[in-house]
């Protein structure tokens, strides 16, 4: 017991539990027993137990016939729908708390409904002819397999076929299948209609393997027609979710399709086998004369469209109206036929074409409603697609804008339709036998259907014009009351984003105004270390120049003198001279630091040499040699000499490099591209000093971070 209850879904269960615990359920049952009591009382029998089981179902039928329509038994419906709709709506609320499913409650409603509805079918599978409900309407796909298969089970075919592929296979398989297995891929492949199944290698073995088992059953060397393979594309969409689009499908899967295909087949009405043989002659004729009066009824300008073009032009007479019913149905009989033999396939697009078959599903065992139901929808298609078919020139013309244009036609065109002119009469027709489906004790019982609606809804109680205006007024305040709830929400939103932008654009002005302060001050710095620079150089020329000026008078003044007796020494000389020269302050662009010259103490002479030049040219000697110095230390505090000069030199050329560098890099990150000769030149005041503080602030962020790479390095 524990097993099966598994089956169901938990609401369902609950809302078992709750009916049976219930008083109107006890009240009922008690009602019940005593109906069947009468019923053995009048038909002379003991016990209850007695009874085989289909008497036992008889009595049990009857009673439910006889206390129907009674206070106990609407008691019973009025609980049953009350209890159904809380215990599926308490499940949904706790999907909706505890799981926060992604489905809307709608959509939960519906699944949990659907999985109540299959879980009943499956176990009462009599209770398909409760489906007449779902009439006019396309089935969820998983009712839709369940439904397909109880009214196409056949145990004795589905046995065959698994007894056949047990003992032995080769026997399931046609002479002609390598033929199926190209006609299967070419059909699949090339019908626009069939786009969902195209290159599904599971759909296709499926849908070969059904049809070549089919034509070995035959047991005849004629090839399948087109016809049986179109009809078998319904039954492989339907089973499509449980076949993998790479791999071949399951055998159980095969075989419910073999099942299903051969029920279906085997179920066909004449008109739609139309195999040639008169009975089948004779029905289709009867069909066409279904069709012919109901489009004429429905929509005569297209029966007379099809009367006039139908008729050869050099026979256009004036027709009497028995010859224009005569020209009507052989025109419908050449437009329509290939239509009826595959069922709509491939005429309507899949889901169109699925509803179609819902309802044909539906009325299998229903005598006469195939027939019925397949006109109406071949009347409606014609309906739906008159306006195109006035641009029709001849027969061939019809019947190609009849296969171009019924794949356009939706399930929505199709049910206004049906529901607004054909619902009614399909409903009885559909229902009509099961009113006296079991004979029943009491005909005057039998004045409603039995109960087969899954709720009933409650009847609204009865107000006052003035109840109904203030519950109006209260709902429209309260509308609003939200309504301005959510424009302050959204005003108080938008105020903050505001606030946040403001204060972004506070926080990044004070911070450039830092970051400028900060250059500024760099700027003021090096421009002071510069001034200062240039302030001890000049300076130091004057000192220089004042030397040298100095210098010159001496030089002059040594002129006019008269030589002494002995001529002093070079070395005596450059002493005295020396002691003049002051030393250069050193240049703050090189790395050399340069001693001052050191005084030396005058040497004394051993002897007096012998005067190998006149003054004169010592003095002019002595010039040179004090100008030859002067320049090179000059050279050599400036720029430096040697290897030193050599890498102070490689040193400024690579700053010098890197700072272009640096200028071009900051001109693509500002304005995206290296700046033209010019072209900054012309931009307006403001934006020159907005893009070089930006420049700038590049520029020193990568010098600084070079420096902390070197310093880095150095450590």
């Known amino acids: 017991m524990a097993g099966a209850q598994q089956t169901y879904p938990k609401w369902l269960l609950a809302c078992k ?66 209890i159904t709709d809380q215990s599926l709506n308490e499940d949904v609320s706790r999907q909706l708390l505890e799981e926060s499913p992604m489905d809307t409650k709608t959509d939960l409603v519906i699944e949990s409904a659907e999985e109540g509805a299959l879980s009943l079918l499956k176990k009462w599978p009599d209770m398909k002819n409760k489906l007449y409900i779902c009439l006019n309407q396309p089935l969820p796909l998983h009712i839709r ?85 179109l009809l078998a594309v319904p039954f492989m969409d339907v089973a499509s979710t449980n076949i993998s689009r790479r791999e071949p499908p399951p055998g159980r899967v095969v ?55 139908f008729v050869p032009v050099k026979e256009k007479i004036v027709a009497t109206e028995t010859g224009s019913y005569a020209l009507l149905t052989e025109g419908l009989m050449t437009l329509i036929r290939p239509m009826i033999r595959s069922v ?27 027939n019925e139901w397949l006109a109406i929808v071949t009347v409606t298609l014609l309906g739906l697609i008159k306006e195109k078919l006035k641009e029709a020139t001849s027969p061939a013309h019809m019947e190609k804008i009849l296969k171009a244009e019924s794949c356009k ?15 009614k009469d399909l409903f009885s027709l559909l229902t009509k036998d099961q009113k006296a489906a079991m004979p029943i004790l009491d005909p005057t019982q039998a004045q409603h259907p039995p109960w087969r609606h899954w709720y009933n809804d409650v009847i609204p109680p009865h107000t006052k014009p003035q109840d109904r205006r203030k519950a109006r007024e209260e709902r429209e305040a309260e509308r609003d ?37 900060r250059v500024e001050e760099e700027r003021i710095a090096l421009q002071d270390q510069l001034d200062e620079e240039r302030r001890r150089r000049i300076e130091a020329e004057k000192r220089a120049q004042a030397e ?35 030393a250069p302050p050193p240049s703050r662009a090189s790395k050399i630091t340069i001693e001052p010259l050191v005084v030396l103490p005058p040497v004394e002479e051993a002897r007096t040499p012998t005067p190998a030049q006149t003054p004169t040219e010592q003095r002019n000697k002595i010039i040179i040699d004090f100008l030859r110095r002067a320049k090179h230390g000059v050279d050599k505090v400036a720029h430096a000499e040697g290897n030193d000069k050599s890498d102070l030199d490689r040193e400024t050329e690579g700053y010098l490099r890197q700072n272009v560098r640096d200028i071009k890099n900051a001109q693509k990150e500002v304005f995206g591209k290296t700046l033209d000769p010019g072209e900054f030149d012309k931009m307006p005041p403001k934006k020159q000093q907005d893009t070089s503080e930006k420049m700038i602030k590049l520029m020193q962020k990568w010098r600084e971070e070079r420096r902390a790479k070197e310093l880095a390095k150095k450590r």
């Open 481 to 517: 009351r939200q309504l301005q709830q959510q424009k302050d929400v959204e005003t108080a939103r938008k105020e903050q984003d505001q606030r946040e932008r403001r204060d972004e654009e506070e926080t990044f002005l004070k911070m450039a105004a830092v970051d400028r302060q």
């Open 17 to 82: 539990q709750h009916i049976t615990d219930s008083k109107e359920w006890d009240s009922f049952l008690k009602e019940l027993h005593d109906a069947i009591q009468q019923q053995l009382t009048q038909s002379h029998v003991q016990y209850f137990s007695d009874l085989s089981e289909p008497e036992k179902e008889l009595f049990m039928e009857r009673a439910t016939q006889a206390i129907k329509g009674g206070t106990v038994y609407n008691g019973l419906c009025k609980k049953v729908s009350v």
């Open 255 to 309: 075989a419910l399709i073999v099942e299903e295909f051969m029920t279906f087949l085997g179920s066909r009405p004449g008109f739609v086998v139309d195999s040639g043989s008169d009975d089948h002659n004779d029905e289709v004729i009867a069909f066409i004369d279904k069709v012919a009066k109901l489009l004429q009824r429905r929509h005569p300008e297209v029966s007379r469209m099809i009367t006039e073009k």
């Open 409 to 423: 036609l939706t399930v929505p065109q199709f049910q206004y339709e049906i529901k607004l002119h054909y619902y």
């Open 548 to 582: 040298i000026d100095q210098l010159k008078l001496e030089l002059a003044a040594m002129k006019h003198t008269k030589p002494p007796s002995r001529a002093p020494s070079t070395n005596s000389m450059s002493s005295n001279i020396s002691r003049l020269i002051i």
């Open 145 to 229: 397999q369940l439904t397909w298969r109880l009214y196409l089970s056949n145990t004795k075919v589905r046995k065959h076929y698994i007894d056949q592929l047990n003992t032995n296979p080769r026997a399931a398989i046609s002479m002609y299948d390598y033929d199926i297995s190209q006609k299967c891929e070419t059909l699949l492949n090339s019908e626009p209609t069939f786009n969902d199944l195209r290159g599904s290698v599971g759909i296709f073995y499926g849908m070969k393997a059904t049809l070549s088992y089919y034509h070995s059953i035959l047991k005849t060397k004629n090839r399948l027609r087109d016809v049986e393979h």
């Open 344 to 370: 709509f396939v491939t005429y309507l697009k899949m889901d169109t074409l699925l509803y179609i078959w819902d309802q044909y599903m539906i009325g299998v065992d229903t005598p006469g409603f195939n």
